[in-house]
């Protein structure tokens, strides 16, 4: 019996908690941790949509449907990302202004970026509304703060708080539009429909 062909297998979609020091990808032409790690079997065909670098966590979809990308990233709508940011230092009222109204950053090219406006909150005790953060180690003074985007430049949150003079210890992304992480664990996998997948993130299937 011919094996059919993954064109005529329906789509699939992911949502994962991605774990620190795993890479977005499948494969890897150097010596680091890979999605195929995990301990779930992912189909055949299987692709991160977007990124999140090594040392960020969170949330990253996950999609047998190669159009994903183009439609969530591609097209004139802005799509919202949240993050949990966990800055070195104490950050102080003049550097949430500059974060909130927009920085200067280095992006592709060496070119310098004004970031638009975007929100930009302290959080008190974030574990108390992301509990899978419970177990984290705090190395000294720090300010938890949650950030809303609605771009992704290549590290763009970390080059934000640089840009202010603070490092950025923890980065952790918590939702893209209406698909949240809430309380899925480092390195869990949870399968959504593909019409509540198409839903939540406010996308229309693409004909």
């Given at each position: 019996m011919n094996k059919p062909s993954l064109n005529n297998l329906p789509h699939r979609y992911f949502i994962i908690n991605k774990p620190y020091n795993i890479v977005s990808q499948f494969i890897s032409p150097h010596e680091v941790g890979l999605l195929g790690d995990l301990k779930f079997k992912f189909p055949e065909g299987t692709h991160a949509i977007g990124r999140l670098d090594k040392d960020s966590e969170g949330l990253l979809l996950l999609t047998t449907n190669k159009k994903i990308t183009r439609l969530l990233f591609s097209d004139d709508i802005k799509h919202k990302r949240v993050y949990l940011v966990q800055a070195g230092g104490a950050v102080n009222e003049g550097h949430l202004h500059l974060l909130r109204t927009g920085v200067s950053i280095r992006i592709e090219g060496g070119k310098n970026y004004i970031t638009p406006v975007c929100e930009v909150d302290i959080i008190e005790h974030p574990q108390t509304i992301y509990p899978f953060i419970n177990s984290t180690?705090?190395?000294?003074e720090h300010t938890w703060l949650l950030i809303t985007l609605y771009e992704g430049k290549y590290r763009q949150v970390r080059k934000m708080l640089n840009a202010v003079h603070h490092r950025c210890k923890r980065l952790i992304r918590v939702s893209i539009e209406n698909i949240l992480l809430e309380d899925l664990a480092p390195g869990d996998v949870k399968e959504i429909e593909e019409d509540?997948?198409?839903?939540?993130?406010k996308i229309k299937k693409d004909n």
């Open positions: 180690k705090e190395y000294g509540i997948f198409f839903d939540k993130l």
